[in-house]
């Protein structure tokens, strides 16, 4: 079965720090893996995602993901925090793609000290 | 702004009621998925429909129903309600059937209370 595993429910950072949320997934196939955010009060927002085209992968607001097999894993990434960036951040996988159904890592956290 | 809209945004009801949960998808897409967001489960699939069709199913209850409408709006039903299934509860749209044709665009969601 598919899974996703979001490592660390909080994350915080200072304001022009790195940002780095960690996602590791678990997939019988070629998995379509997404990043979402949540701000607070809102419904989520799609961020980036990968479809086996470029193992590097860049979104909306200056993230990107580097989809490495080898370890199963799809980090989210910034170089420069901003205090805009704190939400919530869901990881989701979709096995092959052939459905709409999404599964859903437990979410992190990030905060953004200035 | 998604362009899904759902209806209520806060609902109050007591335990062993009934409730109905209602989207409209963004224009033009075919697809709509009920998802439960809960403390303790976090994001769940719960199902989809496409074109009016049950297309998808994830872990629904029994007591919970969903269907989609000729203009393809959908409701989702909530029967003989417990604390448990007090979450936020979104929908989400999108034009195919399956992601590798297009992105999952979500509303703002429907806070449900059981008290």
């Known amino acids: 079965a598919q899974s996703v595993t979001q490592l660390g429910s909080h994350v915080s950072v200072s304001e022009g720090a790195l940002v780095l949320l960690r996602c590791n997934y678990s997939?019988?196939?070629?998995?379509?893996l997404f990043w979402y955010v949540q701000y607070p009060n809102q419904g989520l927002q799609l961020l980036l995602k990968y479809t086996s085209a470029a193992t590097l992968v860049k979104g909306i607001n200056g993230f990107e993901a580097e989809f490495k097999k080898s370890e199963t894993s799809f980090h989210l990434t910034k170089p420069s925090a901003h205090m805009s960036d704190a939400a919530e951040y869901f990881c989701?996988?979709?096995?092959?793609?052939?459905?709409?159904?999404?599964?859903f890592g437990q979410g992190t956290t990030l905060q953004v000290k200035p | 702004d998604s362009g899904v809209t759902q209806t209520p945004k806060h609902l109050i009801t007591a335990t062993g009621q009934r409730v109905t949960l209602r989207c409209s998808p963004r224009s033009g897409d075919l697809s709509v998925y009920w998802y439960q967001q809960s403390l303790d489960q976090g994001l769940q699939f719960l199902i989809q429909y496409y074109n009016g069709e049950e297309r998808a199913k994830g872990n629904i209850l029994e007591r919970f129903s969903a269907q989609q409408f000729p203009d393809l709006h959908s409701e989702l039903n909530l029967s003989s309600l417990e604390l448990g299934d007090s979450a936020l509860y979104f929908c989400?749209?999108?034009?195919?059937?399956?992601?590798?044709?297009?992105?999952?665009?979500f509303g703002e969601g429907s806070r449900l209370t059981v008290l």
């Open positions: 989400a749209s999108s034009l195919g059937l399956a992601v590798s044709t297009g992105e999952l665009f």
């Open positions: 997939s019988s196939v070629p998995p379509y």
């Open positions: 989701a996988v979709s096995p092959s793609g052939n459905t709409g159904k999404l599964i």
